[in-house]
């Protein structure tokens, strides 16, 4: 609820985390912006990270109340990359645990955050200028229990606009309002309440940096989807393994207009037709 009070020629504008002091007079107003602060705790999972991670901490180091760091039992220089920022910036928190679900391990580095707003971040991706200014200055009313913010992807450098890589997360929200959806690649977070709201400015997500890392990931998700595929019961079948890679790729490239952002794209669009075809193809041999 927000409460208004007006003696003389002032308003005080009294809401849930915010006090605002205006002139109401016909005179110039002025703001006074008495806002409470809100702290946020930035929760990264890495594993082998090395390539991307300094970039990635870097857009939030500096403003960052808190940085968890969940390490899945790196053997490059992850650690030594974390131990080198956290020596300028002591906000850091790191742990190591080793654990193949991804929602799993998200949710035990919830457990290790301080505070009740929290952001996710993956250690390929990076807070743009821009909404790390949204995010600063953003007020956190009590209606709003987590905000989608829009991701851009990059591939061999290049961003994407279109076939899938154009898209909202819900990474920004209240600890003790989201659940977890866990799953061997990609965890969800959820909102009960659905009180969300959407931020303007975007991550930037360095996923494909080259061809070879690309399907060595595209790989490791496959052999990954395959188990989760298991767990619930699905079988595969020729159909599956010959004609939805094909679908994958029509969709991806086609019916989502991947081809508007050149045809430098295209092996991108036919490792995700691999990942599905090796995904069904590995079910084959997979058993409970």
């Known amino acids: 609820?927000?409460?208004?009070?007006?003696?003389?020629?002032?308003?005080?504008?009294?809401?849930?985390?915010?006090?605002?002091?205006?002139?109401?007079?016909?005179?110039?107003?002025?703001?006074?912006?008495?806002?409470?602060?809100?702290?946020?705790?930035?929760?990264?999972?890495?594993?082998n990270s090395q390539e991307t991670l300094e970039k990635s901490l870097q857009s939030v180091v500096d403003w960052a109340d808190e940085i968890v760091i969940i390490d899945d039992l790196s053997t490059d220089n992850t650690l030594k990359i974390v131990y080198q920022v956290s020596q300028v910036h002591k906000v850091f928190k790191v742990y190591k645990n080793s654990q193949i679900d991804l929602g799993k391990q998200r949710a035990f580095g919830l457990e290790k955050c301080s505070n009740e707003w929290i952001l996710v971040l993956d250690?390929?991706?990076?807070?743009?200028?821009?909404?790390?200014?949204?995010?600063?200055?953003?007020?956190?009313?009590?209606?709003?229990?987590?905000?989608?913010?829009?991701?851009?992807?990059?591939?061999?450098g290049r961003k994407l606009k279109y076939g899938g890589e154009n898209y909202k997360k819900l990474v920004l929200f209240r600890k003790d309002k989201t659940i977890i959806k866990p799953g061997l690649v990609n965890e969800k977070f959820e909102i009960p309440?659905?009180?969300?709201?959407?931020?303007?400015?975007?991550?930037?997500?360095?996923?494909?940096?080259?061809?070879?890392?690309?399907?060595?990931?595209?790989?490791?998700?496959?052999?990954?989807?395959?188990?989760?595929?298991?767990?619930?019961?699905?079988?595969?079948?020729?159909?599956?393994?010959?004609?939805?890679?094909?679908?994958?790729?029509?969709?991806?490239?086609?019916?989502?207009?991947?081809?508007?952002?050149?045809?430098?794209?295209?092996?991108?669009?036919?490792?995700?037709?691999?990942m599905e075809f090796l995904t069904y193809f590995l079910l084959i041999f997979k058993k409970k």
């Open 1 to 47: 609820m927000v409460y208004m009070l007006q003696k003389y020629n002032f308003r005080l504008l009294v809401g849930y985390n915010f006090v605002y002091i205006y002139v109401v007079s016909n005179l110039p107003y002025v703001i006074i912006d008495l806002s409470m602060e809100v702290k946020i705790s930035v929760l990264v999972i890495t594993k």
């Open 123 to 156: 250690s390929d991706e990076v807070i743009s200028s821009q909404l790390k200014f949204e995010i600063q200055n953003l007020k956190f009313e009590n209606s709003k229990n987590g905000y989608f913010i829009p991701f851009q992807t990059h591939y061999l």
């Open 193 to 274: 309440s659905k009180k969300v709201g959407i931020l303007k400015n975007k991550i930037y997500h360095y996923s494909y940096r080259s061809i070879v890392q690309m399907y060595k990931k595209f790989t490791d998700y496959a052999i990954r989807n395959a188990s989760e595929k298991l767990k619930k019961g699905e079988k595969t079948s020729i159909k599956k393994i010959f004609i939805y890679p094909v679908h994958m790729f029509w969709a991806r490239f086609i019916k989502d207009k991947g081809y508007k952002d050149g045809f430098f794209r295209m092996p991108l669009d036919i490792g995700f037709a691999y």
